[in-house]
Structure formats: structure tokens, C-alpha cells
């Protein structure tokens, strides 16, 4: 009884290359078949207003504020952690949901452009190391 087959189950002997070939040979006669899917959906539709999001930014904000993640800065580093930057995003994106989109997007890509400027000018890994002019010398060593 237990290796018998259910009625209901459609066995054939073709092998898989060959089932895949009649499945496409199907998709392709079949002109409704695309009809179905919207090819649009491979273009980027989002612009830079709607990456903008209240919601997204509201639980950035909270998510700083967890006892969890402050308690592990204040014991990693002493203090407690600054959530400004959550902060001026949520009004960013507070303020220009009642902007229209130009606007809007004229003042979120200008607010990207004061961060990005804020992060070039911050000290990075290259402010620490300095590139060396003059090989160091017996390296690699040799035995």
C-alpha cells in the first residue's frame, strides 16, 4: 500500500530538459502568457521622493533610542548615543511629504549633498596612515 501511486498524479517518462522545452514551447505560442506580467516592473519607478519614507525614518529613530543600543555604547564607549542625525531625517522626510515633488526632491537631494560633504570632510582611515615614499629596507627578509 505504500508504494502505490495516487490516481490523481500525472507520471511520464520524459526527462526534465525535455519537459522544461515543452513548458517554454507553451509560454511562447501563448501570446497572453506576457500579457500577464508588467514589464515595467524591471525599470526603476522609485524616485528619490519616495525613498523618503516617515515610517522608516521614524523607526530609525526609535531603534537609536532602544535601552538595548544605548546601554552597549554607554558600556562600549561612555556615552550615550546621539540620535540627531534620525532626528534631521524624520523632519526631512516629514517636511517634504507636504512639499510638491520638485520641491521636494530639490530639497532631499540637497540635504544628501550637505551629508556627503559632512563625511568627506570628517577624519577617515587615510588621515591615519600615511603612504610611504622610500621602501623599507631588508623586506622581505631574508634568511
Sequence with gaps: MANEIPENTNITNES???????????????????????????????????????????????????????VKNIYRYGTKIDCSKQVARLKLCAKTKVMDTETAAATITKHLNETA??????????????????????FPPED
Design 16 to 70: 526534465p530538459v525535455d519537459s522544461f522545452a515543452r513548458i517554454d514551447s507553451q509560454k511562447s505560442s501563448d501570446s497572453s502568457f506576457m500579457a500577464n506580467f508588467d514589464t515595467s516592473l524591471t525599470e526603476s519607478s522609485t524616485t528619490i521622493v519616495d525613498e523618503c519614507s516617515v515610517r522608516d525614518a521614524l523607526d530609525q529613530l526609535f531603534y537609536c533610542w532602544t535601552v538595548g543600543k544605548q
Design 117 to 138: 560633504e559632512l563625511k568627506r570632510e570628517m577624519p577617515n582611515v587615510l588621515d591615519v596612515w600615511k603612504k610611504r615614499t622610500t621602501k623599507l629596507e631588508n
